[in-house]
């Protein structure tokens, strides 16, 4: 291995490191990814061995794997927990392939609606580089959605199976929309992947290799066109030189052996956690609040996504086992805000499937559904296959006093701080939350099911991490540039969700990967002054 | 199964019989459905369970003052149900290790029509959809809010 200085280090091979790395190669400057993890061999995703519901090396929250490339996230002060995955691939490992873009109003929030703030960018700026992430991606949809702007479709949709199909019933008796979900996954043999087999469980890893992570769909290309990515390598800081440039950074390899590796750029792509807590934990006299962080923003306003889930009972099988678990159909009936209702902005409902035989049973056992006895078999059979979820993912506003910071008591493998994550659901979420849970049991009711579960929003899981770094053109309300540039130091990018202004009512891999590539394309149309 | 349980060091053979007694109460045989206590799931069950024996042991001791056996069934759930409360990590760690072995079996799965412990690489075929399911929706005119600008 040699630490020979590169043009661009990025840190993170993620959704938005890969898009970033695959964007810059054209330019044939030397660049680098460290990753902290590893790669992942699909042949040991739990999907593909028994018992597979409930391994925990791929389980979704690092708190639970708590595997060696992993650091620990402490987010007891959250009724949300974090989700992430650290490997090439990043967060796509786990992710369900859910793959709606922000809408238009949602880079306007404060002009359209008072709430959060306007985007230094809009949605024109960045469809070109929707266009062209769906293209490496590969997305399955169906086109003409009356609830989204036009877009290519590059595969068929998923199959709705019988669970989706009574619950798009649902929406029809209701008079609601409802659209095939756009999903990166090949439905069709795309770009070396083959086809989904309906296996269930994205959410641990597809054996197949159907779903777009980005190992195997920008990665491959990246590295290709001459991108050098090394694993096991975790950045423990950002350097800087008097002149308050970025120098490099400090990482420890997979011997845990410290190493310094010099850049002429560097970019940070390790989501809205992984990110601030970098960029705070690297501080030097010249910034000693951690770097980049001259508005104090570094951190703060981190959004997660207001989550209401119901799930819903029918009376005969459903097939929810079988198919894309996340992946099925989403409704845009209450995307807007609707000055009648009493909260700004709104949510997408999303279908989740259901579980397999080992899931129902605990979690029916958890709730006190499945007795010991001569009644088990029967109760059994009443939860197995005959239940599933709608998530409502509804957009959470800006708010400075939602953090990450560093954990004064906790460290990682190496001995970095760890993170805290400080969180609470603001009023205009509460009422949405509860909206939006009242919305899913009318839904589930018109489809026909015969039991509903209350409204949970607490202790539910978010892999959606977005605001810690936001972009904008005031450097004293922002922490990088409209185009990923840090206010502070020229020579440092930002491009995952941490730039995010507000969050939307939707899965944000879309769009944090667009706006990577637009990140990406602004640089190399700079390259002659990219630190004026 | 003798050799089986004969290796596993773990537990006694009073305790092995009390679990296994367990096993029986918690899931029974069905009609197309093994016990939970059948050997070949029960093997599975214990094998899960070697790890567990600091929570466990002590109520098992608890359970064997109560002879279970002399009990008629119901009576006997009766017994365990009073020890709900009292010991619940007990209960926590018994069923979450029962369910994960009982529902991983292969002759349980095969009942409930999964045709393999896992779903890779057989996959599942899923239906067809039906798209005149979305006729209703296609009729409406584009919704999504345009803005100003972008018109």
């Known amino acids: 291995m040699s630490n020979e200085p590169v043009d661009v280090l990025i840190i993170g091979a993620g959704a938005s490191g890969a898009a970033v790395a695959w964007s810059l190669a054209d330019t044939r400057m030397r660049i680098l990814c460290l990753e902290q993890g590893d790669w992942v061999n699909p042949a040991n995703y739990p999907s593909a061995s028994a018992g597979y519901e409930t391994r925990q090396d791929f389980a979704i929250r690092p708190n639970d794997r708590r595997l060696d490339v992993d650091y620990p996230i402490n987010d007891d002060d959250s009724p949300v927990k974090v989700v992430n995955f650290n490997g090439v691939g990043g967060g796509t490992i786990l992710y369900m392939a859910h793959f709606p873009r922000f809408h238009p109003s949602d880079f306007r929030t404060r002009s359209l609606d008072g709430v959060g703030d306007d985007w230094p960018i809009d949605y024109k700026t960045l469809e070109p580089y929707f266009a062209e992430n769906d293209r490496m991606m590969g997305v399955a949809g169906l086109a003409g959605d009356p609830g989204c702007p036009p877009k290519e479709m590059q595969l068929p949709p998923v199959p709705l199976g019988k669970l989706g199909e009574r619950i798009a019933g649902g929406f029809n008796e209701l008079g609601w929309h409802w659209w095939p979900s756009e999903s990166a996954i090949a439905t069709e043999p795309y770009d070396g992947r083959d086809r989904c087999l309906n296996l269930g469980p994205c959410s641990s890893g597809c054996a197949q290799g159907a779903k777009a992570s980005t190992d195997i769909t920008y990665w491959p290309h990246a590295i290709r066109a001459g991108v050098e990515l090394r694993t096991r390598c975790r950045v423990r800081e950002i350097t800087v030189d008097k002149k308050g440039m970025a120098t490099g950074v400090i990482y420890y390899d997979e011997n845990g052996v410290e190493q310094e590796q010099k850049a002429a750029v560097v970019i940070v792509a390790c989501n809205g956690v992984g990110t601030p807590r970098l960029l705070l934990n690297s501080v030097s006299t010249a910034f000693p609040d951690g770097l980049a962080n001259g508005s104090g923003l570094v951190g703060k306003n981190l959004m997660l996504h207001a989550m209401a889930v119901v799930q819903g009972q029918f009376d005969s099988r459903v097939d929810g086992f079988m198919g894309p678990i996340g992946c099925a159909l989403w409704s845009k009936e209450f995307y807007e805000t609707d000055l009648s209702r009493e909260f700004k902005r709104g949510y997408t409902m999303e279908i989740v499937r259901g579980s397999g035989p080992t899931g129902t049973a605990l979690g029916g056992m958890m709730m006190g559904m499945l007795p010991w006895g001569s009644e088990h078999h029967a109760a059994f059979d009443q939860l197995f296959d005959k239940a599933g979820s709608i998530v409502a993912v509804g957009e959470d506003l800006p708010e400075e006093h939602n953090t990450v910071t560093l954990d004064p008591d906790v460290v990682d493998s190496n001995g970095i701080a760890a993170v805290k994550i400080s969180y609470t659901l603001g009023e205009n979420s509460r009422k949405m939350i509860e909206h939006a849970g009242e919305r899913a049991k009318e839904v589930f009711n018109a489809a026909g099911a015969i039991k509903t579960s209350p409204t949970i929003s607490s202790g539910v899981s978010s892999g959606h991490s977005m605001g810690t770094a936001r972009m904008g053109t005031d450097p004293t309300r922002s922490v990088v540039n409209e185009w990923g540039r840090s206010h502070e130091v020229k020579n440092l990018f930002v491009v995952d969700s941490s730039v995010f202004v507000t969050s939307a009512g939707v899965n944000p891999t879309s769009t944090l990967q667009a706006v990577s590539l637009y990140i990406a394309d602004s640089m190399k149309k700079r390259l002659a002054n990219l630190f004026d | 199964m003798s050799e089986i349980l004969a290796s596993d060091s773990t537990y006694t053979e009073e305790e092995r019989a009390l679990l296994t007694r367990l096993c029986d109460l918690m899931i029974p045989a ?122």
């Not at chain 2, 759930?77 to 990590?89: D, G, K, P, Y």
């Not at chain 2, 290790?97 to 393999?116: C, D, E, K, P, W």
């Not at chain 2, 896992?118 to 039906?130: I, L, M, R, W």
């Open chain 2, 30 to 151: 069905g009609e197309d459905r093994p016990s939970a206590a059948d050997p070949e799931v029960f093997k599975d069950i214990l094998s899960r369970l070697s790890t567990h024996d600091a929570v466990l042991k002590p109520v098992l001791a608890t359970l064997a003052t109560r002879s279970l056996d002399e009990l008629p069934a119901s009576e006997q759930l009766e017994v365990i149900n009073q020890h709900r409360e009292t010991c619940a990590t007990f209960f926590q760690v018994f069923e979450s290790q029962v369910i994960q072995a009982y529902y991983a079996n292969s002759i349980v799965l095969t009942s409930l029509g999964v045709n393999a412990p896992s779903p890779y690489p057989a996959g599942y075929d899923v239906q067809e959809t039906d798209w005149s399911l979305l006729d209703p929706v296609r009729d409406r005119e584009p919704f999504y809010r345009k803005l100003e600008l972008e018109e």
